[in-house]
T-cell receptor, first 110, second 110 residues
Framework: EPEVTQTPSHQVTQMGQEVILRCVPISNHLYFYWYRQILGQKVEFLVSFYNNEISEKSEIFDDQFSVERPDGSNFTLKIRSTKLEDSAMYFC????????FGPGTRLTVL | GENVEQHPSTLSVQEGDSAVIKCTYSDSASNYFPWYKQELGKGPQLIIDIRSNVGEKKDQRIAVTLNKTAKHFSLHITETQPEDSAVYFCAASGIDKLIFGTGTRLQVFP
């Protein structure tokens, strides 16, 4: 069964550093999403991406965040200058008719 | 703004009993309502979904009901088993992004 994969599984970084989280979508899916989940809380929408551009973003997705699909396969989330409050699980999701989630990247900002 | 409320936050049942989780949503444009199961350290896993053109959907021990007039939908798990123990999230969607509920921690005791 096809699945969404994410790397790395865990990323530890210093405050102010840049991080790039990577996702490999299910191959025939056209809609891509990033969500985050702070420990013990609900899953929150960050951004949706279709046809090589952002279709919607939440208020969480400020100028420090960016997404791209550089090579037509990987879908990346970049945080330019991480803050302590960026520590969370970040999930990639891709959609054909339903949204399927990857296993997540645990980001820890020290 | 768009909001999804979910109750209860925790639910403990004896193996073999039924479990019911309820959600209400605020955006009347929502037309897609998936349910996700999240086990510790993993990404949300789609277990069942329903679209606004039907009132009920069943898949083995799991069923979902939708009342569009009242803007609420429910997950029903019958004959619960210990492996059903997890956090369950409801979500609602209009065009693309999912708005998640706050989650229900289900514990099934043998």
């Amino acid at each position: 069964e096809p699945e969404v994969t994410q790397t790395p599984s865990h990323q530890v970084t210093q405050m102010g550093q840049e991080v790039i989280l990577r996702c490999v979508p299910i191959s025939n899916h056209l809609y891509f999403y990033w969500y985050r989940q702070i420990l013990g809380q609900k899953v929150e929408f960050l951004v949706s991406f279709y046809n090589n551009e952002i279709s919607e973003k939440s208020e969480i997705f400020d100028d420090q965040f960016s997404v791209e699909r550089p090579d037509g396969s990987n879908f990346t989330l970049k945080i330019r200058s991480t803050k302590l409050e960026d520590s969370a699980m970040y999930f990639c999701a891709t959609e054909g008719n339903e949204q399927f989630f990857g296993p997540g990247t645990r980001l820890t900002v020290l | 703004g768009e909001n999804v409320e979910q109750h209860p936050s925790t639910l403990s049942v004896q193996e073999g009993d039924s479990a019911v989780i309820k959600c209400t949503y605020s955006d009347s444009a929502s037309n897609y309502f998936p349910w996700y199961k999240q086990e510790l350290g993993k990404g949300p896993q789609l277990i069942i979904d329903i679209r606004s053109n039907v009132g009920e959907k069943k898949d083995q021990r799991i069923a979902v009901t939708l009342n569009k007039t009242a803007k609420h939908f429910s997950l029903h798990i019958t004959e619960t088993q210990p492996e059903d123990s997890a956090v369950y999230f409801c979500a609602a969607s209009g065009i693309d992004k999912l708005i998640f509920g706050t989650g229900t921690r289900l514990q099934v005791f043998p």
